[in-house]
């Protein structure tokens, strides 16, 4: 028996492709090859996307209460600097009033002194600066006494006499201004 050539067969189950295919077949073989990758990616942006979402609504909402908190911190701070604005202010009254005791006390302590018995004060009136008072003395010698007195001492500067009447019972009613050497 001699070789016979045995033939080789080729088995394609493929489809033959045709030589011209049309233009709604070349799409769909595309469509098929290319598009589920495609679809593929979008899917991924798109659930990106939604987790992206879910994230940022979650840090919204953090915010929102970190807000909300420090605003209601700030509300306490802010009560509290009222308060300590309003006792400064108040401290500061008090020191007004008290750190100019010594010079108060000191003027009246000295117009206790110096003042003649017969001499009576009616009005005495402290500024920052300056002290005014109306007096009536019984004799015209008081009254120089007192204001002679005044002139000389260190506690009153530019003394000005502002007003002298000699009353009908023969007392001296005067007024006087001074500025005093020391503020208070």
């Known amino acids: 028996m001699g070789q016979s050539k045995k033939s080789k067969t080729e088995i394609n189950l493929l489809v033959q492709k045709a030589k011209e295919e ?5 799409f769909l073989n595309w469509a098929l090859t290319y598009g ?19 994230k940022l609504d979650r840090d919204r909402t953090d915010l929102k209460e970190s807000v909300g908190q420090k605003e209601a911190l700030v509300g306490s701070i802010a009560e509290v600097n009222n308060e300590i ?13 008290t750190g100019n005791y010594d010079a108060i006390l000191q003027t009246i302590n000295f117009l206790e002194n110096k003042t003649p018995a017969d001499t009576n004060f009616n009005l005495l009136s402290f500024s920052k ?4 008072f109306t007096a009536v003395s019984d ?5 120089n006494v007192l204001l002679k007195n005044i002139q000389e001492d260190e506690i009153f500067s530019d003394v000005q006499l502002e007003d002298l009447k000699r009353l ?11 500025n005093l050497a020391r503020k208070v």
Do not use: H
């Open 22 to 26: 049309s233009l709604s077949s070349q």
């Open 36 to 54: 589920r990758y495609i679809i593929i990616i979008i899917q991924i942006v798109v659930l990106s996307v939604f987790f992206g979402r879910f």
């Open 85 to 97: 604005i309003r006792v400064q202010k108040s401290l500061a009254d008090i020191k007004s009033i």
């Open 129 to 132: 600066s300056k002290v005014r």
């Open 139 to 143: 004799s015209l010698t008081s009254f």
């Open 168 to 178: 009908p019972d023969g007392k001296v009613e005067f007024r006087v201004q001074a």
